[in-house]
């Protein structure tokens, strides 16, 4: 009897400590993004239960709903239940890791949603690509989560609140994507618009078209130089060429303009008295080092003047001296006279010598 009995209490010893054994708290794992199983790699399919949670209804439930998600929109939405998190700083710490490493959505699109599940933690977080902030804002994810999925999980209805959060997710998605349509569709009409348009938008065209060339010509005008050889002393200005910046062709560097006052030093009679009559109008410029002799720039209106025919031009000027402006105490044979025996000697050696006459001119 008593052999009975000690057999009994080591039976019941042996249960109980195979009860505790089995019912007590597993030690914590911890649990990195690299051990969880990418359900695209496994089986082709969207969800991975390792919290063990979802019934495999619910489970073909969810891949038939995403799969036909990323068949008309392009939108991939993984479903992901895990024990805990740890060593993760934070679930959301785990759920953004879980996210990159998996590379959830389309490349250009950056168009993923994971929905993470962690049962020790007692937490479900949302994660969305910067393609999907304008359809799921940080406001309607947490809405979804406090609607739809926490209420049920506290009743500890997992399945109920998985397929119900995924369901409001796709929802979302498929309302956005159902609005750009319907924005697509209206699109193909504005080529229209903008041709009917044109015949409003074509004088405007036509009002701007000069200020176009004129800027341009301006633009092409401005790149252009005026070179100038250092042996020349006298040059007439071509009417193009009569705003262009003066260089020097030897050193090509931009050549100073001389003062009026110093410029009467440098002009001949006939020059002078050409200029005085209105007919020419000179300026003088200096070479910045490869010469020491300014160079006379004569402007004219006349394209029959040149730097030969001034001396002739201010004999023949003089004669009308009501008409030139010059005062009665200066006759033609003196201007001839002057012209000849100044001017002629002077023009002949050296306001003739250097520089050649050139056909055009223009007004200053």
Known sequence: M????????????????????????????????????????????????MADILSDRTENQLNQMISQLESDDGTEIAVVTVPETSPSASPKEFATKLFNYWKIGKADRDNGILFLISTSDRLAEIETGYGMEEILPDAKVGNIIDTQIIPKFKQNHFNEGTLAGTKKLIATVKTSADRQSAVTKVNPEEPELKFSSFPFTFPIILMMLPILLGLLFYFIHRSRKLFIEPNETRKRIEKDDNHLPIFCAKC?????????????????????????????????????????????????SDPSISVESIAHLSSSSSSNSSRSGISGGTSAGDISSGSSSGGASSGSSSDGASSGSSSGGASY
Not at 13 to 33: C, D, E, Q, R
Not at 255 to 267: A, C, F, G, P, S
Not at 275 to 299: A, D, R, T, V
């Open 252 to 300: 090509k560097q931009k050549m100073q303009k001389v003062e009026d006052t110093e410029i009467q030093n440098l002009l001949s009679e006939s020059e002078k008295i050409a200029q005085e009559i209105g007919s020419i109008k000179l300026e003088s410029w200096k070479y910045s080092s490869c010469s020491q002799q300014p160079i006379i720039f004569i402007y004219t």
């Open 2 to 49: 008593a052999n009975a009995i000690l057999k009994i209490k080591q039976n019941i010893g042996i249960g109980i400590v195979g009860w505790l054994v089995m019912f007590a708290p597993s030690p914590s794992h911890a649990l990195t993004v690299e051990e969880v199983p990418n359900p695209r790699k496994t089986d082709n399919g969207w969800v991975t239960d």
